[in-house]
């Protein structure tokens, strides 16, 4: 649960950097954290339960900017994990047996993040300010960047980088629902929102201005910033002219949603080729 006072403590701190000096104002930025770290908070809340789909995540500004005050008022140490040391400001998050969190090395979660119950992160990292719902996999060198918010039962394969969106504090953060299957080397930043139970097959690029485009249908239906939910999504090109010529510009093609026999399938390629789509 959120705090009205540190609340009204951080955003005026955030208005006058000076305020820091207060160690009134120093402890409810360290509250915050403490609150987002065992997920008492969050950066962004999904809308009421019977929303229609793509109804707009909430983001709470005064939680990030209390994000951004959190590296003002740290001071850079050495942490020693075993035989591994690092040199920064966030410590790392701790008591993860307790929490049924398991991090392989050297993945790391930093101070600040929230793993649900279940989670595994293998050789990647979880920022701060993420979420990470129960059952999911943050698969090797794998990145859930800043604030970003990841659902339950989610698989993030190896080399996905899930983008942060720490500032501006009113930008909504990567969001991506339950159950989405994102492949190998896929990349999602700037705010752009996986609908439930969506795959997003291999080496997808998506980002705020990246046109997504569904031909699964007799008709083209267009998209920016949002995967419906249960889409299967591959790379694409389309024709855009230009003054020297006319070329293929990147774009995402939604071919068709996932089927119960796609449900089935512990592959993406699998899944993908219900479509016909060489793997």
């Known amino acids: 649960m959120s705090d009205p006072q540190d609340r009204g403590l951080i955003e005026a701190a955030f208005a ?10 120093v402890a409810a930025v360290e509250r915050t954290i403490a609150n987002l770290d065992r997920g008492g908070l969050r950066v962004a809340s999904p809308p009421e339960p019977g929303s229609p789909e793509g109804t707009a995540w909430i983001t709470h500004a005064w939680v990030k900017e209390a994000i951004l005050l959190y590296f003002a008022i740290r001071a850079m140490e050495t942490l020693e994990v075993g035989p591994f040391e690092f040199h920064d400001k966030i410590p790392l998050k701790k008591n ?3 929490q049924k969190i398991r991090v392989v090395p050297p993945g790391v979660v930093r101070f600040g993040a929230f793993c649900e119950p279940g989670v595994i992160v293998m050789p990647g990292y979880v920022n701060i300010g993420a979420r990470v719902g129960s059952g999911t996999l943050v698969d090797t060198w794998a990145t859930v960047g800043s604030c970003a918010q990841i659902g339950r039962d989610c698989h993030l394969s190896g080399g996905v980088g899930i983008g942060g969106v720490l500032e501006p504090p009113g930008a909504s953060p990567v969001v991506v629902e339950d159950g989405a299957f994102i492949g190998s080397r896929v990349v999602i930043v700037e705010g752009v929102h996986v609908g439930q139970e969506a795959v997003i097959g291999t080496g997808v690029v998506l980002t705020s201005s990246t046109v997504i485009l569904d031909v699964s249908g007799s008709d083209v239906v267009e998209y920016r910033g949002r995967v419906p939910a249960r889409s299967v999504v591959i790379p694409g090109t389309r024709m855009k002219a230009f ?7 990147p774009c995402a093609l939604i071919i068709g949603k996932r089927t119960a026999s796609t449900d089935r399938k512990v592959s993406l390629n699998a ?8 793997v």
């Open 16 to 25: 006058d950097r000076a305020l820091l000096k207060d160690s009134v104002h």
């Open 96 to 98: 993860l047996a307790a």
């Open 271 to 278: 899944a993908l080729r219900d479509f016909n789509v060489p």
């Open 243 to 249: 003054p020297a010529g006319s070329y293929g510009v």
